[in-house]
């Protein structure tokens, strides 16, 4: 049995790669992650963005990827809708915002499931963020992808008119 | 064997008047047949030399008081103890009559008036309730369906989803089912809880022939798969 997990544990860290663009591959995460974490081994391992989490950008800023480097709000882990400070790692070459700069970001796509009020939840297969200004306003002209209610009630109203979908 | 039976019967009779509620009491929740024409049979039965005295008694214990074997989901007016003794007795005679009872030929779950049982009584009562508010249809993974949607951060504007159902969590009244939808690109996962009252219709669209109870493998699949 011990060989058996041993095996399938790269298979599992190159599907949690592949699918969380998260830094923790292990088959542990964090105690308040999601309920996959009781079939760790086969199923994906989906938690919270956090400090070196690396996010999709879904606007035309520039940017193309980002990595988290501070969630905002006191809290360790960010969730669907929390802004965070992130540095970007990778942009095209005549942008808005160039390699290596400090943004605040929006997660506009979370990979961990975000429950609503009336008992339903919503994730997405990829993270991403959309980047904003200090004051909430997002830096680039288009959003890519759907974007989800929760943003309304944070007050991300630009987004939210921005946005092709709205789920 | 005679002497058990009759203590089995005074108790019976005795704790009949004490069990039985009055009949202003509002009976709500499910009365399991099963028990009442098993009854008659199984007291008949089980003492004969007894037959004639107890006859006439058991006809008004069962059929004066019927509620003796409906459930009270608001106040339970018996002690546990009263109910289990009672229960006890109708249970052990029940198997032995099963062949003889006319009425029940279905095998078939039978939530006894326990205490115990109270949660799942009162789950089913309100799926019954749900029920019958909207119509809800069978839904199935492999279903491709379409929810009108009071999505409460939307300030109640209906929204129109689709999706593929990749799984269905039965658990009485919390039913949940899961619905994946590859939307501009990106896959996007919403589980409702199917008896919700924000959720106005359900319509099935299509079907699709799964072998699996739970397509969770569509994630790992090409866009193509979820989209609908």
Not at chain 1, 82 to 96: E, F, N, Q, T
Not at chain 2, 57 to 80: I, L, M
Not at chain 2, 116 to 135: G, P, S
Request: with cysteine.
């Amino acid at each position: 049995m011990a060989m058996v997990t041993r095996s399938h544990l790269p298979r599992m860290l190159r599907t949690a790669a592949h699918h969380l663009t998260c830094p923790c591959p292990c088959p542990s995460p964090s105690p308040a992650s999601s309920s996959a974490s009781a079939n760790t081994l086969f199923q994906q391992c989906r938690s919270f963005v956090q400090m070196r989490t690396r996010l999709e950008v879904a606007d035309n800023s520039g940017a193309k990827r980002v990595s988290c480097i501070k969630v905002l709000g006191g809290g360790k882990h960010g969730k669907l809708g929390d802004l965070i400070i992130a540095s970007v790692k990778d942009a095209v070459p005549r942008g808005k915002v160039k390699k290596g700069e400090v943004v605040n970001c929006v997660i506009v796509r979370a990979a961990m499931h975000r429950q609503r009020s009336d008992g339903s939840e919503i994730r997405f297969d990829k993270n991403a963020v959309v980047i904003v200004n200090k004051q909430g306003e997002p830096i680039g002209t288009r959003i890519f992808g759907p974007v989800p209610h929760e943003l309304r009630s944070k007050n991300f109203m630009k987004i939210l008119t921005l946005a092709d979908h709205v789920t | 064997m005679a002497s058990t039976c009759i203590r089995q019967m005074a108790t019976l009779s005795l704790k009949s008047r004490v069990v039985a509620a009055p009949k202003g009491l509002k009976v709500v929740g499910l009365s399991s047949p099963s028990f009442t024409p098993a009854v008659t049979p199984s007291l008949k039965q089980a003492c004969e030399p007894l037959r004639s005295t107890f006859q006439v008694a058991s006809k008004t214990s069962v059929n004066g008081r019927r509620d003796k074997f409906t459930v009270f989901a608001q106040a339970v007016t018996t002690t546990p103890e009263t109910e289990a003794e009672a229960d006890t007795t109708a249970e052990a005679t029940v198997p032995e009559t099963s062949d003889d009872a006319p009425a029940p030929a279905v095998k078939s779950k039978k939530l006894t008036t326990r205490v115990k049982h109270i949660m799942e009584i009162l789950n089913k009562d309100a799926v019954e309730a749900a029920n019958a508010e909207k119509v809800i249809p069978d839904i199935r993974p492999g279903d491709v369906i379409q929810l009108r949607i009071e999505v409460p951060e939307n300030k109640r504007r209906v929204s129109l989803l689709r999706g593929i159902v990749i799984s269905r969590r039965n658990a009485g009244i919390n039913t949940t089912f899961r619905i994946r939808r590859v939307i501009a690109g990106v896959g996007v996962e919403m589980v409702f809880p199917l008896y919700s009252p924000n959720i106005k219709e359900i319509k099935v669209v299509d079907k699709r022939k799964v072998r699996r109870a739970k397509l969770f493998y569509l994630r790992d699949k090409i866009a193509r798969m979820s989209s609908c």
